[in-house]
């Protein structure tokens, strides 16, 4: 039996080496071995498992020790034990040498606590959790930003530096921000002045002498005007007679004024959950600046109404506001001329905070109540001390000026619509017909004003009212 395989391989090789094969010819006649392989054998890390053979095994093989150790039990049980992230496999023979099956023996970080933990801390939450490589892969839907934040902290306590994120925020992630500017301003002023003048020819000359409250004047010298009344005077009243050759004028000026001026401002911004939105209705003002070289560039100043906020829906309907709101206006009382340029001042009132509140809820963010008194009482030194004419020479000016500002902000969840469901406060006008218009001097036409639809509904409205917002 023995010398006829000698003489088979003889003969074998003898042809081999007598026929010119190529190398691929060599390759064809070898055969990979891959019946009996099994599915994956998921291995936590620094864990073991124990694996069962249905039949008897002899020896056992695994690719990368680094990965995962093994150790048999019996001649059917198998012990493996997970050292490094990584996949391997494990291969088993019989006692002939043939072989029994091929695992794929793969280590990962082990999840087990991680999912416990997360469904404890975070309960309904539909988060999947998977490993990958030696990382952690976090997938599914949470309902708010702030749960995902709380699960990406978790996961990195167990995978620092490792983890990746696959999780989508659902709910309505789109909030609206209306914010009101109220303003009210109250001014009262009151004056009470007197001037008395003195002219005509005595002494043997002539006499001009004229006062008002302190402030010396030159009278003039002819009858019936002896005073100078000022082209802006307001509330004045003037009275003159004469005795012989002096000419006496006495002018008095009384005036109190009462003034209220009432601004609003109401803007609207729909921006996502995380990013900023920036809102200006106003313009720019160009303000000279100077430079090293002596020239004069210009830089442009905004005003108006400004709005900068990030919203955060945190959790459910709870709104986190980043916000930063001014509203400012060109004050030209207080600007100032310099070599022939004139500057305006600004009016600004501005605010920035950070404020929670949940879907439809208001915050009065910022509050302003000024009170500017001022009382002066000027006289002539002396003259203005004597009694009853003494009021001749005095004058006595009140004034009190008051403002109050209020800055109130409402966020709310929206949701995009339709666009046909939307209505513009245009929609109520239209232009008119030459017949209107030239015939009956109509500048908006009736009959060409929408009847169907959100346009025919928000035609039969007024001005007054929100326009092209759904709200959730």
Sequence with gaps: MTFDKFLTAGLLGLVLGASPVAPTAQAQSLRVVQTGTESVLNVPMNRAVVVESDEPFAELSIANPAIADISSLSDRTIYVLGKTPGTTTLTILDGNGRLITNVDVRVAADVTEFKERLRQILPGETIEVRTANDGIVLSGTVSSAQKLDRALDLAQRYAPDRVSNLMTVGGVQQVMLKVRFAEMQRSVSKALRSSLSLGGEVLGGDLGIGTETGTWLQGENSLG??????????????????????????????????????????????????????FLAGGEYPVPVAQEDGMISVEFKAFGVELNFIPRVVDGDLINLELNAAVSSIDTANGFTSEGITIDAFRRRETSTTVEMRDGE???????????????????????????????????????????????????????????????????????????????????????????????????????????????
Excluded: C
């Design 362 to 472: 208001s915050f009065a963010i910022a509050g302003l109540l000024q009170d500017d008194f001022r009382d002066v009482n000027g006289q002539v030194p002396w003259l203005g001390d004597i009694p009853v004419l003494g009021a001749l020479f005095r004058s006595a000016e009140y004034s009190r000026q008051q403002s109050e500002l209020v800055i109130i902000v409402t966020p709310h969840l929206v949701t995009p619509t339709r666009g046909e469901a939307l209505a513009l406060p245009t929609d109520r006008i239209k232009p008119p017909s030459e017949k209107d218009l030239f015939l009956f001097g109509r500048t908006a036409s009736d009959e060409r004003r929408p009847t169907r639809g959100a346009a025919g509904e928000v035609a039969k409205q007024d001005f007054n009212g929100s326009y092209g917002y759904v709200m959730d």
């Design 225 to 278: 005007n002896p005073v100078d009344v000022p082209s802006d005077t307001q509330g004045a009243m003037l009275l003159g007679f004469n005795a012989g050759g002096l000419e006496v004028g006495v002018l008095l000026e009384a005036l109190e004024q009462k003034g209220v001026v009432r601004t609003l401002a109401e803007p609207n911004l729909t921006a996502l959950s995380g990013q900023e939105a920036k």
